[in-house]
C-alpha cells in the first residue's frame, strides 16, 4: 500500500529552527510535496524535490533521500507566523498525490 | 486573478438534502480535484477531473458525483447528505502533474450535515 508518516504534532520556540521529518512508501515515485496550511486556510505550496539533496528557499528547506523514501522540512529562524500544519506529499508512478495527516507545528515565545 | 474561486464558503444541510459545490478556475488548468479534510487527517481525494468532460474516481467517491462541462468549471454534487460528509472540502487544479506541478487551492467549503 501507499503511505506518508509523519509526526503528528510539534513544538518549537520562536527564533529556532525545527526539522519536521517524513517516510513515504509509494508505488513507483515522481516527487515529494511540502505544503503549509494555517488553521482554517487551505494548504499553500512550500516546496518540490524530485532528486536528493536539500533545496533552500529562504528560511525553509526541504531534503530528499530516495533510497530511504525519507524527506524532511527544515525551517530557520521560526516566527510566530510559521504555526502551522505542515503536509507532506507523495507523487507517486500514475501521478496521483499521497497525503500525509499533516505535522502542527506550535511555535511558543 | 481570481485563481480558483470555490461556493459556498459554508452550508448546513438536513440529513438527505441534496447541495451542490461549485469551483471555478481562470487558470486553464486541465487538472481538478475535489478533497474532503476531516479533523486530524489529510486531504482525501473524493474525485478529480483530466480534462474537459471526463471525471475519475479518487479514494472516498461514494455518495458524490461531479461534472466538469466546462474547462474552468468543476461541479461536486450530495444527492442525498448523510452526517458522515460534515467535512471541510477542498477545490485545487493544477497544470499536467508530469513536473510536480503545484495544486492552486480554493478557500474551501464548510459543510454540516445535521
Known amino acids: 500500500g501507499q503511505n506518508i508518516d509523519q509526526p503528528t504534532e510539534m513544538t518549537a520556540t520562536e527564533g529556532a529552527i525545527v526539522q519536521i521529518n517524513c517516510t513515504y512508501q509509494?508505488?513507483?515515485?515522481?516527487?515529494l510535496f511540502w505544503y503549509q496550511q494555517h488553521a482554517g486556510e487551505a494548504p499553500t505550496f512550500l516546496s518540490y524535490?524530485?532528486l536528493d539533496g536539500l533545496e533552500e528557499k529562504g528560511r525553509f528547506s526541504s531534503f530528499l533521500s530516495r533510497s530511504k523514501g525519507y524527506s524532511y522540512l527544515l525551517l530557520k529562524e521560526l516566527q510566530m507566523k510559521d504555526s502551522a500544519s505542515y503536509l507532506c506529499?507523495?507523487?507517486?508512478?500514475?501521478?496521483?498525490?499521497?497525503w500525509g495527516a499533516g505535522t502542527k507545528l506550535i511555535i511558543k515565545p | 486573478n481570481a485563481g480558483v474561486t470555490q461556493t459556498p464558503k459554508f452550508r448546513v444541510l438536513k440529513t438527505g438534502q441534496s447541495m451542490t459545490l461549485l469551483c471555478a478556475q481562470d487558470?486553464?488548468?486541465?487538472?481538478m480535484y475535489w478533497y474532503r479534510q476531516d479533523p486530524g487527517m489529510g486531504l482525501r481525494l473524493i474525485h478529480y477531473?483530466?480534462?474537459?468532460?471526463?471525471?475519475a474516481k479518487g479514494e472516498v467517491p461514494d455518495g458524490y458525483n461531479v461534472s466538469r462541462l466546462k474547462k474552468q468549471n468543476f461541479l461536486l454534487g450530495l444527492e442525498s447528505a448523510a452526517p458522515s460528509q460534515t467535512s471541510v472540502y477542498f477545490c485545487?487544479?493544477?497544470?499536467?502533474?508530469?513536473?510536480?506541478?503545484?495544486?492552486?487551492f480554493g478557500s474551501g467549503t464548510q459543510l454540516s450535515v445535521l
Open positions: 477531473s483530466v480534462g474537459e468532460g471526463t471525471t
Open positions: 487558470m486553464n488548468h486541465e487538472y
Open positions: 509509494t508505488s513507483g515515485f515522481n516527487g
Open positions: 506529499v507523495g507523487l507517486d508512478s500514475n501521478y496521483q498525490l499521497i
Open positions: 485545487a487544479s493544477s497544470p499536467l502533474p508530469d513536473r510536480g506541478e503545484k495544486l492552486f
Open positions: 524535490n524530485v
